[in-house]
């Protein structure tokens, strides 16, 4: 996993990837089925449960980043309920109860602060979260091309799906901009470096100016469904 010290975009260049053009697992070993999606997989555990699903992979990248830069009190995530879930609270011991949609945070475990009680909290936020809860809690781009690395196009919705940037390029005197988009999806199964469908002289590069719609292998998503991390 890459080390912190740099911002998200910098952390997201450093990820570590697997050798050549592996086949995409699932959570439980088995092949995605469909393999014709993906240039690269990220060398990530996907976990051993249908938990890090498409906008749970945003999380997890975005936790393991603030958790390598030692920003602990920055690793805070909204249920789809609207609660929060912060990893300052569980890590001194505190876990959510939830009945119906109400949840209460209580002190009933040792302190957990280490990764692996990193690990932990994030299954418990994959349960509860999802592309809605995020889409909600990130905030709108306005200006498309203002994009970066860490950006994210999500739709919201059950279901609804979220691919991250990754990395982004931009022609010394062009400017014209181009970027790598990175998914899981549904099952849960390794986060994977996306093909470009509508270009295969550019694959697996995006571009900007493509039009109103962001056409990737399994999802469409419009311009207007950029979001970014808001600033703490």
Request: charged residues 25%; hydrophobic residues 40%.
């Amino acid at each position: 996993m890459a080390t912190g010290g740099g911002d998200f975009a910098d952390w997201l260049r450093g990820l570590p990837m697997k050798h050549g053009r592996p086949p995409v697992l699932l959570f439980d070993g088995r092949l995605k089925a469909n393999q014709n999606a993906h240039v690269a997989v990220v060398d990530i555990d996907v976990g051993r449960a249908d938990l890090q699903q498409c906008a749970d992979a945003v999380i997890r990248l975005r936790a393991e980043y603030l958790y390598a830069s030692s920003r602990m009190d920055d690793i805070s995530f909204r249920f789809t309920s609207g609660d929060e879930a912060r990893f300052t609270l569980w890590a001194r011991g505190f876990r959510p109860q939830v009945r119906g949609s109400r949840v209460r945070w209580i002190k009933t475990s040792p302190p957990d602060a280490g990764h692996a009680g990193l690990r932990r909290f994030l299954n418990v936020v994959f349960t509860y979260a999802g592309s809605k809860s995020l889409e909600q809690e990130l905030c709108r781009v306005d200006d498309p091309s203002t994009l970066q690395a860490g950006d994210v196009f999500i739709q919201g919705g059950f279901p609804g799906h979220a691919v991250l940037v990754v990395d982004v390029a931009v022609h010394r005197s062009t400017g014209r901009a181009a970027f790598l988009l990175a998914q899981s999806y549904m099952p849960a199964q390794e986060i994977h470096i996306l093909k470009n469908p509508g270009d295969a002289r550019l694959s697996p590069w995006y571009v900007l100016d493509a039009g109103d719609v962001l056409a990737t292998p399994e999802w469409i998503f419009r311009r207007s469904d950029l979001r970014r991390f808001c600033a703490p």
